[in-house]
């Protein structure tokens, strides 16, 4: 079946926030419990946002719930420790090139996010590629998170397609397997600095630049678009 749409997830593939989001929340985390290692925050990389504040709860064991920690985050540290990076500077620059690979092919191409919406487009809108994309779908639009499907599943509804015509460009474990579950051919952008699960994705990549090769080798869908 032809390819008619790729779809990206945002944080770990378009710009390189996990380890700056990470570092801020440990950070936080610092501020409890000093004595934290820096491996206890490898587990919320790529995590919901649900799993993310409650694991987060129960290392600074305060007794809060997951939501009130978070919003002590949001209100109490996140505006005192702003990115040291812009997200031009981790902007991953082979995206633009994947982008025109696809227009050119004729494909569509969305966004599938578990950050804000508005979050999501000031992003592209800084690194220029907002323009390029049809679609931008955040979690705010479904009521489940990643690794559901629902993300994945609204963003082909909305483009006029279906699952097993999407590709979806993934890093994060709960990311794979929401596109998997979806029916969506994924392929992994391999991040060595997370134990991340890829064992659900059809392929992997290195880099973004390696993209290519592998639409390629992937049969009368891509392949032969990107060939075309």
Request: glycine share 8%.
């Amino acid at each position: 079946m032809a390819v008619k749409a790729l779809i990206f997830d945002m944080d770990g593939v378009i710009v390189d926030t996990e380890p700056h989001n990470m570092q801020r929340v440990y950070g936080y985390v610092k501020s409890f419990r000093p004595d934290t290692p820096i491996e206890e925050m490898y587990q919320i990389v790529g995590r919901t946002r649900t799993d993310v504040w409650t694991r987060i709860a129960g290392i600074i064991g305060e007794g809060k719930g997951w939501e009130e920690t978070q919003k002590d985050f949001e209100k109490n540290w996140k505006p005192f420790h702003p990115y040291t990076v812009t997200y031009r500077e981790i902007f991953r620059e082979e995206t633009l090139g994947i982008l025109q690979w696809a227009k050119k092919r004729e494909m569509l191409t969305a966004v599938a996010s578990a950050t804000a919406y508005d979050k999501v487009k000031e992003i592209l809108a800084e690194v220029g590629v907002l323009p390029w994309f049809d679609l931008v779908i955040s979690g705010e639009s479904v009521k489940k998170s990643k690794p559901d499907p629902e993300i994945y599943l609204k963003a082909a509804e909305l483009l006029g397609v279906l699952p097993s015509e999407c590709i979806a460009i993934e890093d994060s474990t709960v990311g794979i397997t929401a596109a998997h579950r979806a029916g969506v051919k994924v392929v992994a952008l391999k991040d060595e600095r997370f134990d991340f699960d890829r064992s659900l994705a059809d392929g992997e990549i290195k880099d973004l630049g390696g993209f290519f090769a592998w639409a390629e080798s992937f049969g009368d869908g891509a392949g032969q678009r990107a060939n075309g």
